[in-house]
């Protein structure tokens, strides 16, 4: 069972540049979400998916593109990537909503630097 | 809105010392506590829940009591071994959120 599989694991970008970070879970979890890990802040929601063909903003999405055309794909767009955007993104899926008292299932980490 | 503040370390132990990782919440509603691990290069992954307050979470010999009264979910482990080594988040859901609030993380070092 691969869970959830982010790619790639790393990525340098100039500013300006675009690019698509990939996520796939082979769970049929419904909810599909992507946060971004910074030092002292946790992590954050930048959007969120409950299900295809549905998707919503979370807490930081300026930025950020993303579309759910199928269940098993999730993937996260950076339009013109910033220096600000240098981060750690997590792709995390669950059965339902975390209002549900779900588990989240995160994959391994794509750890993005912007010159 | 919903948060949760957790200290943040780093925090460095010995081998068999007693680790607690304090972490308290603001919610509106009746939230669902967690605890989250990640370990060096990976994501996240559940530790323990607690959905009610009074329950007690606990996995690995890991335990957290939700407590309503000081709004407090922390996290003991009695012995902790150098593979506990990792960083551990607090998080709470509420009902009509459709995401997890996580505290900043506490880096926890245990040495051999």
């Known amino acids: 069972n691969a869970g959830v599989t982010q790619t790639p694991k790393f990525q340098v970008l100039k500013t300006g540049q675009s690019m698509t970070l990939q996520c796939a879970q082979d769970?049929?979890?419904?909810?599909m979400s992507w946060y971004r890990q910074d030092p002292g802040m946790g992590l954050r929601l930048i959007h969120y998916s409950v299900g295809a063909g549905i998707t919503d903003q979370g807490e930081v999405p300026n930025g950020y593109n993303v579309s759910r055309s199928t269940t098993e794909d999730f993937p996260l767009r950076l339009l013109s990537a910033a220096p600000s955007q240098t981060s750690v993104y997590f792709c995390?899926?669950?059965?339902?909503?975390?209002?549900?008292?779900?588990?989240?299932?995160f994959g391994s980490g794509t750890q993005l630097s912007v010159l | 809105g919903n948060s949760v503040t957790q200290m943040e370390g780093p925090v460095t132990l010995s081998e068999e010392a007693f680790l607690t990782i304090n972490c308290t919440y603001t919610a509106t509603g009746y939230p669902s506590l967690f605890w989250y691990v990640q370990y060096p290069g990976e994501g996240l992954q559940l530790l323990l829940k607690?959905?009610?307050?009074?329950d007690k979470g606990s996995n690995k010999g890991f335990e957290a009591t939700y407590r309503k009264e000081t709004t407090s979910f922390h996290l003991e482990k009695g012995s902790v071994q150098v593979s506990d080594s990792a960083v551990y988040f607090c998080?709470?859901?509420?009902?009509?959120?459709?995401?997890?609030?996580f505290g900043a993380g506490t880096t926890v070092t245990v040495r051999a």
């Open positions: 995390a899926s669950s059965y339902r909503a975390p209002e549900r008292n779900e588990k989240l299932f």
């Open positions: 998080a709470l859901s509420d009902r009509g959120d459709y995401k997890l609030s």
């Open positions: 607690a959905t009610k307050a009074d």
């Open positions: 769970m049929n979890h419904e909810y």
